[in-house]
């Protein structure tokens, strides 16, 4: 499975931004799709995942904020961010799993692009 993000950069709190994470490679090692976070000094953090059916998951500190989706073809996968707070960034990850369960678990997760910084200031 290949993860490739895009769409990261710098705003000012209270603005927008979307993720978007193109996907290729074995469907079955991707049947539960996450996006993750890691501030420096900080332990990453699983923030939204969604499954194949469009059920999702959200950490508390992101809903109702933050809104992951996938194509029809199931071969993107994004994140909107709305109300960006300073404590929001950190390096986003998009991640693939094969579980058959929404996860925010980060050992659950077998592959990882390679990141998209998000910078938001106060």
């Known amino acids: 499975v290949q993860l490739v993000e895009s769409g990261g950069g710098s705003v000012q709190a209270g603005g927008s931004l979307r993720l978007s994470c193109v996907v290729s490679?074995?469907?079955?090692?991707?049947?539960?799709m996450g996006w993750f976070r890691q501030a420096p000094g900080k332990e990453r953090e699983g923030v939204a995942s969604?499954?194949?059916?469009?059920?999702?998951a959200y950490s508390d500190s992101v809903k109702g904020r933050f809104t992951i989706s996938q194509s029809s073809a199931k071969d993107t996968v994004d994140l909107q961010m709305n109300s960006l707070k300073p404590e929001d960034t950190g390096m986003y990850y998009c991640?693939?799993?094969?579980?058959?369960?929404?996860?925010?678990?980060?050992?659950?997760?077998?592959?990882w692009g390679q990141g998209t910084q998000v910078t938001v200031s106060s």
């Open positions: 991640a693939a799993s094969g579980a058959r369960y929404n996860s925010r678990d980060e050992f659950d997760y077998s592959f």
């Open positions: 490679g074995n469907k079955n090692s991707r049947t539960c």
């Open positions: 969604i499954l194949g059916d469009g059920q999702t």
